[in-house]
């Protein structure tokens, strides 16, 4: 068994594309439309899917914002230098909505993205973290 995607919903496809693409560089791995149902599903990510875990951005046609609740949390990504990557994701217009540092009673460098919904993005220092693969 393995995670295959996190599924998140999104109120402009385009935008968030650009955001996953040209910010985060994750490549579009594939996208379809669904008619009958008014959605569009496009899975974006790092690797393939046979191999690694993706994100899949669902827009339903006609929806542009979603409340965003409380219980989820954000998505992680493993990066070399996390404060590199963050100067990275200014230059390319993202929101780094926590610079990159030493986690609070912890030792692993973290900082925090945010994409054009309002999700979520933590960067964790490749190496830094306790109990995770280096």
Not at 19 to 33: H, Q, S
Not at 87 to 105: L, Y
Request: include cysteine; charge should be negative.
């Amino acid at each position: 068994m393995r995670v295959l995607h996190t599924m998140i919903r999104v109120g402009d496809l385009e935008r968030s594309l650009r955001f996953y693409t040209e910010v985060l560089g994750m490549k579009l791995l594939r996208r379809k439309e669904y008619p009958d149902g008014k959605f569009t599903l496009a899975f974006v990510g790092y690797g393939s899917e046979a191999e690694h875990a993706v994100i899949e951005l669902t827009y339903n046609w006609g929806t542009e914002k979603y409340d965003m609740g409380n219980a989820f949390g954000h998505i992680a990504v493993e990066v070399d230098d996390a404060y590199a990557a963050c100067e990275e994701i200014k230059r390319r217009g993202g929101n780094v909505v926590r610079e990159a540092g030493p986690m609070k009673h912890g030792t692993s460098v973290i900082a925090f993205v945010q994409d054009p919904d309002g999700y979520k993005i933590e960067l964790i220092q490749k190496g830094t973290q306790g109990g995770a693969a280096a």
